[in-house]
């Protein structure tokens, strides 16, 4: 057994945008993004709407066709010919369980639809089992089964979504933004129980949100991006307890504190001007523009992503 379940190395994905007539321009979506994720542990991606996270996510099951780079899972370098058999092993729960589920479809035709199209049942009985099992595991009732996705709440249609994803027993699944559009008793449920089945069943997740407290409480290690880029990426304390990046800084003191006292002392890092378009991204560091620490060699140079003792990845000159 290989010691990562997956590999992302240097995965590019670049849309061409169409700027005139006839005159197109790449939008770096992702730019070259390395990282591992090993069994059973989960990586916490974070970063601003629009740095790239959902991309890199769907990148990796072949949902978008990278531009490059490559992803491998169990050491296996996914391709097109192999990418119907792996995607039994990698599944995705996406951000927003209203546009998620068919409207036209039951709940049990919803979560059965993977156990049809990978024939994963001898007959009707042995299907009818497994969904009602599937059910009862993200916690709804098999006498939903027949309802549809519009008779339930946020998070129940979420949990159905979940449940889907589940049906083909996979090892892997990206969590994109899989709570950020539900209410905060929701997202507090909904992460009790991913984390509860990743002991259950030994799930490994890729998981992608905007609130790094969120992030925290799930991963054990994180990854901060910025304009399709990974800018620091650190175990989970690491990250929390001493952020090397200026962004990750900043990230980190507008995180809101229960005591007032420490609130107050705490100083807040206010970043200055707006986030650059993709498709106009800065030289070389591409914070540099909003960064107080920004020097020459950083609009000259991309910085690498450099371990500074203990596993601790980070992109700057400064540091």
Known sequence: ?????????????YFQIKTGLFATTPLKAVDDVSFNIKHGQTLGLVGESGCGKTTVGRS?????????????????????????????????VFQDPYSSLNPRMTVADIIGEPLDVHRMYANKKERDERIAELMSLVGLSSEH????????????????GIARALAVDPQFIVCDES????DVSIQAQIINMFKDLQQKLGLSYLFIAHDILVVNHMSDEVAVMYLGRIIERAA?????????????????????????????KRQRIILE???????????????????????????????????????????????
């Open 179 to 182: 709570v950020s559009a539900l």
């Open 236 to 264: 989970t304390r690491d990250i929390n307890n001493s952020p090397l990046h200026p962004y990750t800084q900043s990230l980190l003191s507008a995180v809101p504190l229960p005591d007032p006292r420490e609130a107050r």
């Open 1 to 13: 057994m290989n010691d990562y379940l997956v590999e992302v190395q240097n995965l590019k994905q």
């Open 145 to 160: 089964a027949r309802r549809y996705a519009h008779e339930f709440s946020g998070g129940q249609r979420q949990r159905i």
């Open 60 to 92: 990796m099951l072949y949902l978008y066709k990278p531009t490059g780079g490559r992803v491998l899972f169990d050491g296996v370098e996914i391709e097109h010919k192999n990418i119907r058999e792996l995607r039994k092993k990698m599944q995705m």
């Open 273 to 319: 001007g707006d986030v650059p378009s993709p498709l106009n991204v800065p030289s070389g560091c591409s914070f540099r523009t909003r960064c107080r620490f920004a020097t020459e060699q950083c609009a000259a140079e991309i910085p690498p992503l450099t371990d500074r003792g203990g596993g601790h990845m980070v992109a700057c000159w400064n540091k």
